[in-house]
């Protein structure tokens, strides 16, 4: 293969790549307003009185689940959230806890410990608790929807880039080589 043809497979196979990890990514699944907190639920827990009622996003993974008579609430340890709003496991450390304050009964075997998820709301004040026995202050979520991550849900969009170097011969003296880059 010629100089010039190593160098437009190159220049075609990079463009494939940047295309194909471009259409990885899910779209966010609730929509953000100028509003929206960006802080952190440990920043929020700090001083509570600037973000009451305001929006959030949060996500992370179940610690538990209480239900109440006329309520449930499911406390999480909150995660960064990726692009696509799923919580960003394994890659970052916890950034604090929440109690996301849902209406109703709520079934602890659909949200097991350990279960990523991500929940749109307001938040509504603080509760001081503890977590073991150390003292802890949770941010209250209201709950106006939410989402249980499925382990597919998790890994899509998690594309799994392999790439290839070959050289071929061929009879009548022709050879060649090529690039491959595989996505799937």
Known sequence: MS????????????????????GCAPAPIYKTSPDTVKATP???????????NAPVI????????????DHSEIEMLAYPLDSSQRPRLGKDKGIGRFIAM??????????????PMTFSGHINGVRSSTVGKAPYVFPLVSVI??????????????????????????????????VGIGVH
């Open 145 to 178: 929807r939410h989402h249980a991550w499925t382990a597919e849900e998790m890994r899509s969009g998690h594309p799994h880039v392999s790439f290839g170097l070959g050289v071929g011969f061929g009879s009548g003296g022709y050879r060649g080589g090529g």
């Open 102 to 115: 849902m209406p109703g009964y709520v079934e602890p075997l659909d949200y097991p410990p350990g279960s």
């Open 42 to 52: 440990g920043q929020v827990a700090r001083t509570p009185e600037r973000f009451q």
């Open 58 to 69: 949060w996500g992370g993974t179940v610690v538990k689940v209480s239900n109440f008579s």
């Open 3 to 22: 100089k010039s043809a190593t160098h437009i497979v190159m220049h075609l196979a990079a463009a494939a790549l940047l295309a194909s990890l471009l």
